[in-house]
C-alpha cells in the first residue's frame, strides 16, 4: 500500500514536471498487483513514455488514448515508446496510457483525468486572429463553477517557445476573466496549444485545453489598393488588386478570391478564383457597378 502511494507521488511529481504547462491532472493506476514495470514518466513535450523493468522482456506495446477512442499503438523492444508529437491531444477529456508485455498478462494502465469539479471548466473557448497580429480569444466560465471562480489563460505558440500568460484580460460584469487579447501573434506552421485553468477559494476548478492551427483562425483583412478602371466604352473595366496583409503567408498564391460584380442589388457576375491573378478584365459589363470582396 506505502509502495503505491509512493508510486502515485512520483508519478504526479513526473507528470506535474513533463507537462508543457503543469496541467492539474491526477492519474489512477488500474491494478494494484506488483508488477515488472514501474517508475512510469511520460515527457508530454517529447510524448515519450519510459518506464523501469525488473525483467527483461523483448517486446513491450504501448497504447495512448483519449476519450474520444483514437488510440495509437506503438511496439518496442527497450523501455521507451516515442508517440508521434503531432498528435496534439489535449488533456482535458483524459488520456489513457497502456503499457504492455505481449503474449504475458503483465500490463499496467493508467489513467489521466483533470482534478476538480466537474462542469467548472470554461466552456465554448474560441479564438479569431484579426488585423493581421491581433487576437481575441472568448470563453464562458463553466455552468457549476463556484461565484468566485476567476479564470486564468496561458499559451504557447509552438511546441518550443516558452508559455505566457494573457496579458491583457477580456473581463465579464463580474470581473471574471472571460477572455484574453493578443497583440503581435505570428501564424507559425506548428498549432498553438492553449489552457485556461481556474482558481476558486474552496474548490479544485478544472482546467481546459486545446490545440489551434492558427492559420484556420485568421478573418483576413480585404485585398490591397484595389483599382478598378472601366472606361466606361466597349473594353470593359479592369480591376487590379494586391494580396491582403497577413502575418504568415510567404507564398501569395495560397490566397483564393471571390469577386462579385453587382448591379443594384442583383448580382451581375461572380469569380471565385483558385489560383493567383491580382487582375482582371471584364468585357462587357454596364458602368456604375459596385464590388464585393
Ligand atoms: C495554471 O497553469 C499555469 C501554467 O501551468 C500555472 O503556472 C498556474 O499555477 C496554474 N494556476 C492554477 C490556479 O492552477
Ligand atoms: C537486462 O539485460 C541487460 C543487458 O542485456 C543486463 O545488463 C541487465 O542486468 C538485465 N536485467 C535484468 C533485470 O535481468
Ligand atoms: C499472471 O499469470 C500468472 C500465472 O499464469 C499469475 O501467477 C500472476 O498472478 C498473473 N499476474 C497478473 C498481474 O495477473
Ligand atoms: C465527472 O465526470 C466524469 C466524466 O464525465 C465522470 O466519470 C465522473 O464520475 C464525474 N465525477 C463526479 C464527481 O461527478
Ligand atoms: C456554450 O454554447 C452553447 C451553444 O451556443 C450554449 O448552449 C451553452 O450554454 C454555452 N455554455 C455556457 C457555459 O454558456
Ligand atoms: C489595425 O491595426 C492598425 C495598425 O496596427 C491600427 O491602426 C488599426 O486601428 C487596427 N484596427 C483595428 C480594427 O483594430
Ligand atoms: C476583440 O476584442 C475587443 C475587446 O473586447 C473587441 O473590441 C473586438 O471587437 C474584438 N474583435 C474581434 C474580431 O472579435
Ligand atoms: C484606365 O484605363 C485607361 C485606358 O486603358 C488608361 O488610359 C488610364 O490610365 C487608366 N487609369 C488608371 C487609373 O489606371
Given at each position: ?220 483583412t480585404p485585398p490591397l489598393n484595389v483599382i478598378v478602371n472601366c472606361t466606361g ?61
Open positions: 500500500m506505502f509502495d503505491t502511494l509512493g508510486l502515485i507521488c512520483v508519478m504526479w511529481w513526473y507528470m506535474m514536471l513533463f507537462h508543457p504547462l503543469h496541467a492539474d491532472i491526477q492519474y489512477i493506476e488500474s491494478e494494484a498487483q506488483e508488477s515488472p514495470i514501474a517508475n512510469v514518466k511520460m515527457n508530454w513535450k517529447n510524448m515519450e513514455l519510459t518506464w523501469d523493468s525488473s525483467k527483461n522482456f523483448s517486446k513491450y506495446k504501448c497504447t495512448i488514448m483519449d476519450r474520444d477512442i483514437e488510440s495509437i499503438q506503438t511496439e518496442v523492444d527497450s523501455p521507451l515508446c516515442r508517440f508521434p508529437v503531432e498528435l496534439y491531444l489535449p488533456l482535458h477529456k483524459g488520456v489513457f496510457l497502456t503499457i504492455e508485455v505481449p503474449n504475458t498478462n503483465i500490463s499496467k494502465t493508467f489513467t489521466f483525468i483533470p482534478r476538480g469539479i466537474n462542469g467548472s471548466a470554461i466552456e465554448n473557448f474560441s479564438c479569431v486572429i484579426y488585423n493581421i497580429s491581433l487576437m481575441n480569444c472568448t470563453w464562458q466560465a463553466g455552468k457549476d463553477a463556484p461565484g468566485d471562480t476567476q479564470y486564468f489563460l496561458y499559451w504557447k505558440n509552438s511546441r518550443y517557445d516558452d508559455e505566457m500568460e494573457c496579458e491583457l484580460y477580456i473581463k465579464d460584469e463580474n470581473g471574471r476573466n472571460a477572455g484574453c487579447r493578443f497583440q503581435n501573434v505570428r501564424i507559425e506552421t506548428e498549432k498553438a496549444y492553449f489552457l485556461v485553468n481556474g482558481s476558486s477559494k474552496d474548490s479544485l476548478i478544472q482546467f481546459y485545453d486545446e490545440y489551434i492551427e492558427l492559420y484556420k483562425i485568421e478573418i483576413l466604352d466597349s473594353a470593359g473595366c479592369i480591376i487590379i488588386w494586391q494580396a491582403p496583409l497577413t502575418s504568415h503567408v510567404e507564398n501569395i498564391k495560397c490566397f483564393q478570391y471571390e469577386i462579385s460584380i453587382q448591379n443594384k442589388v442583383k448580382t451581375i457576375y461572380w469569380f471565385v478564383f483558385e489560383t493567383i491573378p491580382t487582375c482582371m478584365h471584364i468585357y462587357n459589363v454596364q458602368t456604375s457597378v459596385a464590388f464585393v470582396y
